[in-house]
């Protein structure tokens, strides 16, 4: 069965250099969450988009934006990187109107930034 | 704001023994609640995801427990092996399908 994707896996990049994650959700799946893992920290919620428009907004800093597109993948663009934003961020996309509103996760890009 | 925590941060048994991971929340208004698994560096992996109307989940050794009115659910791993050494994190699901996570239960299963 088709997986949520992410991509890059791996991105390294300089402090004030721009970064852009993408992720591209399962199939059918209308929703899509953003997430950061700091070492050794649980995942926080950043944003997140329903049908193309932003639904939620967590602790995404103003350096960052995303948004989802007519094909339903979305981009996380960060700019102005900063050493704390070194992190591993999962997308995760769920289809609504389904009753268990299960998330499915992406294996996650992993950023890091010198 | 709800917060959720695990119960013991790490865990250490021998293999064979049963797994026992607590996780309690503040807020009993959650929409579901999913328990994942984590491999250092990888992805979250989906273990079980228990509806608010449900009590328990089950899938082959693991057994997940929800109790909304006392904010806890508690997840069951039967007859431990080392390929369970892991972080077992819990996840409430608020609105929108927003996940509030806990910190995590780090587990080794010793040979």
């Known amino acids: 069965a088709a997986g949520v994707i992410q991509s890059p896996r791996h991105l390294i990049k300089e402090k004030r250099e721009t970064a852009t994650l993408k992720c591209y959700p399962i199939p059918r799946h209308d929703t899509v969450y953003w997430y950061q893992q700091g070492p050794g920290q649980d995942p926080q919620f950043l944003i997140s988009f329903y049908e193309k428009m932003q639904s939620d907004k967590g602790s995404i800093p103003d350096r960052f934006s995303a948004q989802q597109f007519s094909d339903y993948h979305s981009e996380l663009n960060m700019s102005s990187l900063e050493l704390g934003d070194s992190a591993l961020y999962f997308c995760?996309?769920?289809?609504?109107?389904?009753?268990?509103?299960?998330?499915?996760f992406g294996e996650g890009s992993r950023l890091t930034v010198l | 704001k709800q917060e959720v925590t695990q119960i013991p941060a790490a865990l250490s048994v021998p293999e064979g023994e049963n797994l026992v991971l607590n996780c309690s929340f503040t807020d009993s208004a959650i929409y579901n609640l999913q328990w994942f698994r984590q491999d250092p560096g990888k992805g979250l992996t989906s273990l079980l995801l228990i509806q608010s109307s449900q009590r328990e989940q089950t899938s082959g050794r693991l057994n997940a427990s929800l109790d909304k009115s006392s904010g806890r659910s508690t997840l069951y791993i039967a007859a431990s092996q080392p390929g369970d050494s892991a972080t077992y994190l819990c996840?409430?699901?608020?609105?929108?399908?927003?996940?509030?996570f806990g910190a995590g239960t780090q587990v080794v299963v010793t040979p």
């Open positions: 995760a996309s769920r289809r609504t109107g389904v009753n268990t509103g299960e998330l499915f």
């Open positions: 996840a409430v699901i608020e609105t929108w399908g927003k996940l509030q």
